[in-house]
T-cell receptor, first 116, second 115 residues
């Protein structure tokens, strides 16, 4: 009963390094999301995907790239990490979007990234 | 534009006493409203949701919330707090028919349970 799995759970980077966060879901959900969580800020949407091969920008997309080559996976990349990207990153998935009456997001347990 | 305001960043109650977490929203359209809970070092979990059916919504773990359109509020309550209710709670608003992602998260309320 895996649900949404994020790897890695922790990572420390130096400024300018690159890395990729992997999100995998086993619920056959169409929609996937990447959020960042910062103290006192709630969750802010970075990028999202409405299906395999599609991605779109969210509220705070700068400095990040994403790919959805397979339906079950959603990758978040940092090409040149900056200290401002120190955060906890959450991946989430949802069965459908738009007028989906459930609206329930299923979250992973988070990936804590520190950029020195 | 839609927004959501959680009126308290921290709420502290004693075990066994009622819990009230306040949420006000701003939306020009019929909203869907959610409460999510986040326990330490965990992801968010859906507590309950309002999607234009009954205005009093019951969720998991004894929580409930009432949608009040006239007050644009969706406050979360529980009659008797338990120690394992200590967590971060997020109120979330979504526009009905609002595209791929119309979700707006509140900044969270940290619930502290005193023994």
């Amino acid at each position: 009963n895996a649900g949404v799995t994020q790897t890695p759970k922790f990572r420390v980077l130096k400024t300018g390094q690159s890395m990729t966060l992997l999100c995998a879901q086993d619920m056959n959900h169409e929609y996937m999301y990447w959020y960042r969580q910062d103290p006192g800020m709630g969750l802010r949407l970075i990028h999202y995907s409405v299906g395999e091969g599609t991605t779109a920008k969210g509220e705070v997309p700068d400095g990040y790239n994403v790919s959805r080559l397979k339906k079950q996976n959603f990758l978040l990349g940092l090409e040149s990490a900056a200290p401002s990207q120190t955060s906890v990153y959450f991946c989430a998935s949802k069965r459908t979007g738009g007028v989906d009456v459930t609206g329930e997001l299923f979250f992973g347990e988070g990936s804590r990234l520190t950029v020195l | 534009a839609q927004s959501v305001t959680q009126l308290d960043s921290h709420v502290s109650v004693s075990e066994g006493t009622p819990v009230l977490l306040r949420c006000n929203y701003s939306s020009s359209y019929s909203p869907s409203l959610f409460w999510y809970v986040q326990h330490p070092n965990k992801g968010l979990q859906l507590l309950l949701k309002y999607t234009s059916a009954a205005t009093l919504v019951k969720g998991i773990n004894g929580f409930e919330a009432e949608f009040k359109k006239s007050e644009t509020s969706f406050h979360l309550t529980k009659p008797s707090a338990h120690m394992n209710d200590a967590a971060e709670y997020f109120c979330v608003v979504r526009l009905t028919g609002g595209g791929a992602d119309g979700l707006t998260f509140g900044k969270g309320t940290h619930l502290i349970i005193q023994p």
